[in-house]
Every structure is written in C-alpha cells, then in structure tokens.
C-alpha cells in the first residue's frame, strides 16, 4: 500500500500536471485523473485533498 507520505508528495504534482492539461467540461474530474494515476483508495485521496487544502489554505494567509 502507498504511504501516506508518498501520496501527499504524489497527489500535489498530479494535481499540477490535471491544470496543465487546461481541463474543460470533457475531461475527467480532478479526483478520478487522480485515482486512475496512482492506486490509492478514495478515502486516502479524501484525507490528502483536506490536508493539502489546509496547507495551501496556509500559505496563502502568509
């Protein structure tokens, strides 16, 4: 199973890569691009997409 160090690092620049393919109203969503790039459940992807948004969240406030 993938830590939940890896995916934290992983979800950020798969993340980085869905916006740089400029997605529209046919591409994937954000979470299923996600899933389908690396094999964690949808209860990880959950947990990282919170803590990610909190950390973002954080930076922007600085």
């Known amino acids: 199973n993938v830590s939940y160090d890896s ?6 620049k ?3 890569e869905y916006k740089e393919i ?13 899933l389908s ?3 964690i459940s949808k209860s990880q992807l959950f947990n990282v997409m ?3 948004k909190k950390t973002s969240h954080n930076k922007c406030e600085e």
């Open 14 to 16: 798969l993340i980085h």
């Open 7 to 12: 995916i934290s690092n992983i979800v950020p």
């Open 50 to 52: 919170k803590s990610i």
């Open 37 to 39: 790039r690396c094999n």
């Open 22 to 34: 400029e997605p529209d109203e046919n591409t994937i969503s954000l979470n299923k691009f996600i």
